[in-house]
């Protein structure tokens, strides 16, 4: 092998400056990427540790159900609350887009940062905020309205925690807008010359369609949040009956964006899928303009469906038609999505490295969550299953399954690029099977407690309604779970803390820019400038070269740092 | 490429004459004026539309002009267009909604009032 | 008759599946039909895909590093459009079937027979046209009060009110369930067809003991439900006594014991008129206390009970309920 | 940074020309208008709503507001539109006295508005029209100021042969609720539109001050056009909340 002078004494955006002020409040694009990785990491750990609260107190026997008292239900009802309030506001939305995309974004697009980059550091420490008021919330309080906050329990039947929590979720809100913000303007204004609208890496689709939804959706949940805020301080009358208000009304305010903040949570994961399937194929996407389209498609036809998540809430008949209608217009171009990806791998080269495994365990378990979806579309099934554990498992399907799995995989194969180090081994490889097989064990038990009647956000349930077994293998399936994330944090934890020789510029084979600066980059991302833009799913750009152990490619310019760095002697 | 920007400051914003920021502040002072005859006047059920359409002529005005809309790149006039499209069909399908099932909220008043009268 | 009641019928089945409680309304097959439709096509497309990834993944896995895979078309318009058109076609078939049953039961039948569901923080309360009424709430792990009672093989409409916050409304055997909203009335519909006892379960969200709001619906015989329905007909003529001991067994008994036992609050036999401890003082049970204890009970609490608060009987109960009440506690002391 | 020596002058490190630097921001604040847009949207959705559905009340909901001040409000913030207006031609063409002098004039008015609103508002509070939870909600009302024909048509007394008197006790328990719901709406709409305006007064008191130090030009005049075309948006929201509230008949 030959000798590299790619070692860590070159300056990158990691080392170049030092101490905490150098982070907190630095605007570089990547550092924010960084730290809003580690904060929802953080922030997921909490969350996790509710879920695992749920689930340990509903194994069969963990509470008598005939003597359970009101502090112990006060305590799951704040439990499921919080796990499902930080899942959603502080992990799920700011996950790929905030923290990936912040990372990634500028690179594909071979610019110095986003457009607004002081934006991005303030919609930074608005989330840092936000999540303090969470955190406050846990601390003062008992929240106990589910994250959806329906009034009018939310407003006049519960304590004041919801006023900290609906102002953090208010908060977060305006992050997650002028993140979006910033991705539209960047994608619309620093893209290179030669890079068209249909040569942009299928992550940047998939990232603009999700900016445009929040842009557009997530204002409307701040302003549901407001009035909730002010219904709760000065009764203002809005949404509670009692003073002619109709909570009907907040359901289609909160899910008018809270059914597209769905898609804000999948299509992220959809983008990296993308990237994944041509990566590891070495192959080019196949359908290329399919996804793309797909991908706006989704952010479209996900504002007009939202009432799917009222059939039985008061919501007038003619109106459920409607959105059932509409809904099932959505479930197309998710499925084409997904047959394109299967396509990819035809008579590819597939690799079976970590992302990939991610990738591959996301449409199956995305394959669950779609057409699960298909019976909660569905007028009559919808009726049945409507908050029920049915749901439940439905959406952690399409949540979990899709996005998180997304972010971890989008974590593993970005991670060379971030801190310069492949983590590709047999541990991270258990890691990723463990939470595949206890993540279906947890859930897939759930459909049929769903479907059998068991009600959602239930604190204990009696033997006799007959849902032990199913809440039994349900919980099991969470410590396996439990087990196979922690090993796949570990992998990355061991890999941060342990030195050693820093990755090649490009380990895996992808295309896109990002691949082309050394890993990890220097301060403004490319040392050539601009950089050179092709195909980018084009593979026979890249080959393998054994003495680098990664990809270099196949016509290197002169000035290309990743192989004057890496292999000196043969540039 | 000091070169270039320094050519390329033209292309930066578009200067309005003063004479049409004048002209379009008249009309708008008119259309206020306008609307509030109109809003005293009986207009045989068409108040609501009368009015509307005045505020959006106003509003129209304001684009084109104070913002810049007419002289600006049109995808801004364009992104501005979706957004009321947006709330557009928002508004539409929960008012729809919400008409729709007025008549249980009424049945449910009628009854409590009836309730109360009976236990007077 | 339309074709999928046909093929309903050869769904049919009265006892437990593997996905379904039994099916003891008449609609129920319906459902239960679109949801094996749909699981048969899902799951046909679902092990497509799963064969399909498995397959490709064996067949081209790369077996030696740096490996370049042979040429393949990167897009077909043709194949597009299939996977596009194909699903479409399904799922208009779904959203068919699922609106055809949903316009169903959402249309009660004429000569339903009207039952008022009461919700409130956290039970049932049931009324019916001659002025019965039965109540159905959990508590202690046991069913208290009555449930609901239904007469076999009649249409049954139940119109829901809420007194409080949102609830919902759910008899998984019957496959109905519908959000009870207050400040309005919402409704379902169903026949049973199955005699029985089935559970009735609140399914939106209401506060703490969201988990034990929970009754049973009894479906029985018309003759029985005729004979039920007299039995606890309501006598205008009774006395106030009577009526307190009915209102008392059917809103107090979860809490409160008439035989000297404390349940979760202090038994009330025997106390009117005597002095009780309650927390800063003391008190003369009478009229006026009994009467704040129901619309106010965190106002004056008895000692030892600082814990259990009693929830608030305000708009549930009227002033000549609570004074039909008094009028039986009294008669426990005499 | 180190590329700053080729970089032109004001122009961001990550940003190649002055122009890409301006259609960015350009298109940043007409996005973050949508978002305004969309903010706002949920009020208008109530306002709807409950016009649909009430229509007589929101009706007689109007003659509590003073359609006098309410024009004057119009016009006083369609004068500072038009100075902002004015002030962005002034900072393109380096008038920087002119432009000192507009945005004295824009905040002037923006501080009137806020004056005749905080009158406005004072008046309500004096007289208990206030929305439907608040404890001194009484919507007391001038027997004068009522139009005979809107009182008859909206039914808002428990005995509507009787003659209207501006006792409050006489008003339909269900009607006095429904009013108290368009007064929420209404301190909805203007108190957010008012936090807007205060947001805005604060930018313009920012900008004024930066053009103080000379900092605007022909060369830099993005923050006085962004900020021109937020206010622009606050007025247009006024523009329909005027007819929606007070103009109802």
Known sequence: MAPTTNTLDRTNYLNATKGFMSWFWTIDHKRLGL????????????????????????????????????????????????????????????????????????????????????????????????????????????????????????????????????????????????????????????????????????????????????????????????????????????????????????????????????????????????????????????????????????????????????????????????????????????????????????????????????????????????????????????????????????????????????????????????????????????????????????????????????????????????????????????????????????????????????????????????????????????????????????????????????????????????????????? | MSDSSHGSEGHIGHVLPLSILIKVFGCLVALTILTVITGKADMYGADLAVAMIIATCKASLVCLFFMHLKYDRPFHGMIFLFSVMCVGIFLAFVALDAESYQEHVKDFKANEIAEQQLGE | MNMYTLLSMMLQHQKEDFFFPSQASANAATVDFIFYFIFYVSLFAFITIVLATAIFAWRYRRSKVGMTPEDSPHHSTRIEIVWSVVPSIFMVMMFWYGFEDFTERRTPPADSYEIHAKASKWQWEFEYPNGASSFGFIDAGEYQGKGLFVPLGKNVRIRLESSDVLHSFSIPNFRVKMDVVPGRYTDVWFNAIELGDFPIFCTEYCGTKHSRMLSKVHVVSEEDFAVWLKENQEDPNASPVDKGKRLFSAKCTACHAVDGSTKIGPALNGKYGTIENIVGGTVTIDDNYIRRSILDPSADIVVGFENVPMTSFAGQLSDDDISNITAYLKSLTE | MSSHDNHPEGVAHHFETAEQQFDSGKLGIWTFLLTEVLFFSALFVAYTMYRDNYPEVFQFASQYLDTNLGALNTLVLLLSSFTIAWGVRNAMLGETKMLTINLIITLICAAGFMVIKAEEYGHKFHEGTLWGGHEHSIFQLDASKVDPEIAAHSKAWSNPDGEFSAAVKDLDPEFRQKLGIFFGVYFCLTGLHGIHVLIGMILLTWLLIRNLRGEFGPKNFAAVDFIALYWHLVDLIWIFLFPLLYLIS
């Open chain 1, 35 to 571: 730290m809003y990785l580690w904060s929802v990491i953080a922030c997921f750990i909490m969350g996790g540790f509710f879920a695992m609260k749920i689930r340990l107190n509903l194994m069969p026997g963990a509470v008598d159900f005939a003597t359970q008292t009101a502090e112990q239900m006060n305590a799951y009802n704040n439990a499921f609350t919080v796990h499902g309030a930080v899942m959603v506001f502080l992990v799920i939305i700011p996950s790929i887009p905030a923290a990936l995309g912040n990372f990634v974004l500028p690179l594909m697009l071979g610019a110095k940062d986003v457009a607004f980059p002081r934006l991005n550091r303030f919609s930074y420490h608005l989330w840092i905020i936000g999540a303090l008021l969470f955190v406050a919330t846990l601390l003062i309080g008992n929240l106990d309205t589910g994250w959806t906050f329906y009034p009018p329990y939310s407003t006049g039947h519960t304590d004041p925690s919801v006023i900290t929590a609906v102002l953090g979720a208010f908060i977060l809100g305006f992050s997650s807008i002028f993140t979006g913000l910033n991705f539209i303007v960047t994608i619309h204004k620093m893209r290179p010359p030669q890079m068209t609208w249909f040569k942009m890496p299928l992550f940047l689709w998939a990232i603009y369609a999700t900016a445009v939804i929040q842009v557009l959706a997530t204002p409307v949940i701040g302003i549901s949040l407001l009035l909730i805020l002010v219904e709760k301080t000065m009764q203002i009358g809005i949404f509670t009956p009692e003073l002619g208000g109709d909570p009907v009304f907040f359901q289609h305010l909160f899910w008018f964006y809270s059914h597209p903040a769905v898609y804000i949570m999948v299509l992220p994961g959809m983008g990296i899928m993308s990237e994944l399937f041509a990566t590891f194929s070495r192959k080019p996407i196949f359908g290329y303009k399919s996804i793309a389209m797909s991908s706006i498609a989704i952010a479209i036809f996900s504002f007009i469906v939202w009432g799917h998540h009222m059939f039985i809430s008061g919501q007038s008949d003619l109106m459920s038609v409607i959105f059932s209608a509409l809904t099932f217009s959505v479930a197309v171009p998710s499925a084409i999505k997904v047959f394109n990806w299967i396509s990819t791998m035809y008579k590819g080269s597939i690799s079976f490295s970590v992302p990939m495994l991610y990738g591959m365990s996301i449409i199956w378990l995305f394959g669950i969550g779609g057409l699960t979806g298909l019976f909660l579309a569905t007028l009559g099934t919808d009726v049945v299953f409507h908050d029920t554990y049915f749901v439940v498992a439905h959406f952690h399907y399409v949540m979990v399954g899709s996005a998180l799995f997304g972010f971890i995989g989008g974590i593993y194969y970005w991670w060379p690029k971030m801190y310069g180090k492949v983590v590709d081994g047999p541990l991270a490889k258990v890691g990723c099977v463990l939470s595949f097989l206890g993540f279906n064990l947890t859930f897939l038990p759930q459909f049929v407690g769903g479907s059998k009647g068991m009600p959602r956000r239930y604190a204990a349930y009696g033997s006799e309604q007959g849902f032990d077994d199913w809440n039994y293998w349900s919980t099991m399936g969470a410590m396996v779970l439990l087990a196979g994330l922690s090993i796949a944090l570990f992998g990355l934890l061991r890999s941060f803390f342990v030195k050693g020789a820093l990755s090649p510029a490009n380990p895996w084979g992808g295309v896109t820019l990002e691949w082309q600066t050394p890993s990890p980059p220097p301060e403004h991302n490319f040392e050539i400038d601009p950089p050179t833009v092709g195909d980018p799913y084009d593979m026979s750009l890249v080959e393998y070269r054994g003495e680098v152990e990664g990809f270099l490619p196949v016509n290197p310019r002169e000035d290309d740092p990743c192989v004057a760095y890496i292999a000196p002697e043969e540039a």
